[in-house]
């Protein structure tokens, strides 16, 4: 059975870090691509980061780039998302999940996700 869990969310200060994994095991990623997700109370699940597990090439939501890094630890099996710079708006859950669509970053398109991770920036 697949399983994604997330770890690593919490408080943090504003302009603050903190470093999100996803574990992930229950199947072979190696053709899959890894994303990250977050859902605001009363807004949309926003695309924030995804990896493909096989070369690396990354892709970045317009709202964390050059804060957030997408990389991954292929002998852990897992994924983390490197947040700084931190911003009250980037407060949020965020779920990892995982597709066989290369580059996917609609989250319509994961096949798998995890319970989710809260991430509360203060200002």
């Known amino acids: 059975q697949v399983q994604l869990v997330e770890s690593g969310g919490g408080l943090v200060q504003a302009g603050g870090s903190l470093r999100l994994s996803c574990a992930a095991s229950?199947?072979?990623?190696?053709?899959?691509?890894m994303g990250w997700f977050r859902q605001a109370p009363g807004k949309e699940r926003e695309f924030v980061a995804a990896i493909r597990w096989t070369g690396g090439t990354t892709y970045y939501g317009d709202s964390v780039k050059g804060r957030f890094t997408i990389f991954r630890d292929n002998a852990k099996i897992t994924v983390y998302l490197q947040m700084n710079s931190l911003k009250p708006e980037d407060t949020a859950v965020y779920y990892c999940?995982?597709?066989?669509?290369?580059?996917?970053?609609?989250?319509?398109?994961?096949?798998?996700w995890g319970q989710g991770t809260q991430v509360t920036v203060s200002s």
């Open positions: 229950g199947r072979t990623f190696s053709s899959y691509t």
């Open positions: 999940a995982a597709t066989p669509l290369g580059g996917a970053t609609h989250g319509s398109l994961y096949e798998y």
